[in-house]
């Protein structure tokens, strides 16, 4: 009996426990967990530090897109543009750098020479002297000539054009040393206008290593003798032209406010038919040549009527006359622009059209992907253009898009005609013509 009492007891006790043991486990608080997100096997909190992949030692791509020129390209002042200006004729001079010391005041005796390199033939030609000729590489072409009696420098001169190569002099060691590249300096005009398009004629020309001093209106680059060739054509000829042509350019997206084109044919009651002096149609798009009525502020009126119009990009370029050159619209836009990779080029004269004297220009849209559309515009000096029909889906490089089908690129150019006279004219010349001036410049 003991016993038995004994065990209920406990039993009695332990029942109490186990009662209290879940009253206490009801009362605990439920436990509380941090969210951790996992991206691409790194594990994010709060208190994580961002993992980066290793990218390669390339320069960013807004460093690369530094230019000091983009200022002056990116820019148009629409309320002071001259259609005609005039800019004193300057010498434009090219000097070669790194040509060492002048060398020793000598004289040489006939001497000929015939398929020979030109280190053998400098090496023959200062025999019994203690100048010594050292080359960069062995590929020189050989040489055939004769030198007739005279002084070294103008001898050495004549050698090393004739093999296409620079030399230079180390009077320390008495060395003339022989290299295939050179370097020169441009002393550029004061205008900055011709100046852009002395550069532009230049990386036209495919030469892309220019050093431009703005403040000091210089430009260095470097190359061989084929290089050195062109610049100095590309010097010649501009420095024979009368006129520099240049474009200012507005660019623009236009949505539609409605699901439908925008009607260009309503520019005619718009502007009058007499302010649409050409229509002239591409493989994509359609040319407008307009008057001076025309210009960004009523174009932009207009579109905003039927659409909503965004400026994706402005500046401005310029060719010498018979030259061409380009506009890249990435260049002075948003790099995000679907059209950023578009480039407007232009070949462009001024002068006699059919006994009248016009600028006749040729203007080419292209992308990476070639020639999308192209124009050929004679206008009177003082005409716009503007290019319409231009889907932005011609940019758009996704199977899907949220740009509407009927939104399209519009862009608007203004040409100018930059007179080059003698400098010795009068400083009235020497500015923006209009009025009366104008006139007489055009008929003349």
């Known amino acids: ?70 200022p002056k390209r990116c820019t148009v002042d629409w309320n002071h543009q001259s259609v005609v200006s005039v ?32 280190k053998d033939a400098l090496e023959n030609l200062l025999e019994g002297t203690d100048i010594s000729v050292v080359e960069d590489n062995s590929n020189f072409e050989k040489i055939s000539g004769g030198i007739k009696s005279g002084a070294l420098a103008d001898a050495i001169e004549l050698m090393t054009k004739l093999g296409r190569v620079y030399y230079s002099y180390d009077a320390e060691f ?11 300096l441009i002393k550029m005009p004061k205008d900055e206008t011709m100046i852009m398009a002395l550069l532009d004629a230049m990386r036209g020309a495919d030469i892309r290593n220019l050093l431009v001093n703005w403040q000091e209106k210089t430009v260095v680059f470097e190359g061989d003798y084929q290089t050195e060739r062109e610049v100095a054509k590309i010097i010649s000829d501009v420095a024979s032209k009368k006129y520099v042509l240049a474009w200012d350019i507005d660019v623009y997206r236009v949505y539609p406010k409605k699901d439908d084109a925008i009607i260009w044919m309503n520019m005619l009651p718009a502007f009058g038919d007499k302010n ?10 359609r040319a407008l040549v307009v008057s001076p009525e025309i210009n960004t502020k009523t174009l932009q009126e207009f579109m905003a009527q039927q659409a909503n119009v965004v400026l994706i990009s402005q500046g ?4 010498p006359n018979g030259w061409q050159s380009r506009f890249d619209i990435g260049q002075c836009g948003k790099e995000d622009r679907l059209e950023t990779d578009l480039i407007i080029g232009a070949t462009g004269t001024y002068g006699n059209y059919a006994e009248t004297k016009k600028i006749d220009a040729k203007i080419v849209l292209s992308t990476s992907n070639g020639e999308l559309s192209s124009f050929k515009i004679p206008s009177n000096v003082g005409d716009n253009y503007v290019i319409v029909g231009i ?22 150019m203004s040409p100018r005609l930059i007179s080059i006279i003698d400098a010795n004219n009068s400083v009235k010349q020497m500015t923006p013509l209009s009025g009366d001036e104008l006139r007489d410049f055009l008929n003349q």
């Not at 486990?25 to 991206?39: A, G, I, R």
């Not at 010498?91 to 020479?113: A, M």
């Not at 401005?316 to 060719?319: D, G, N, P, R």
Request: with cysteine; charged share 20%.
């Open 1 to 70: 009996m003991a016993q038995n009492k004994i065990k209920t007891n406990v039993l009695i006790y332990l029942g109490i426990g186990a009662m209290l043991f879940a009253g206490c486990v009801k009362k605990q608080e439920p436990v509380s967990y941090d969210m951790v997100n996992v991206v691409e096997n790194f594990v994010i909190d709060e208190r994580s530090v961002p993992i980066f992949p290793k990218k390669a030692a390339l320069t960013t791509d807004t460093a690369q897109r530094f230019a000091l020129d983009l």
């Open 87 to 118: 800019v004193p004729e300057e010498k434009i001079e090219i000097v070669r750098l790194n040509t060492g010391d002048k060398l020793p005041d000598l004289q040489v005796s006939d001497y000929d020479f015939k398929r020979i390199p030109v």
């Open 174 to 184: 008495g060395e003339i040393r022989l290299t295939s590249y050179g370097k020169w």
């Open 276 to 285: 649409i002096r050409m229509s002239i149609p591409g493989v994509v798009g």
């Open 316 to 319: 401005t370029f310029a060719i």
């Open 391 to 412: 889907p932005t889906h011609s940019f758009v490089t996704t199977p899907e898009t949220l740009i509407s089908p009927f939104a399209e690129l519009v862009v608007f």
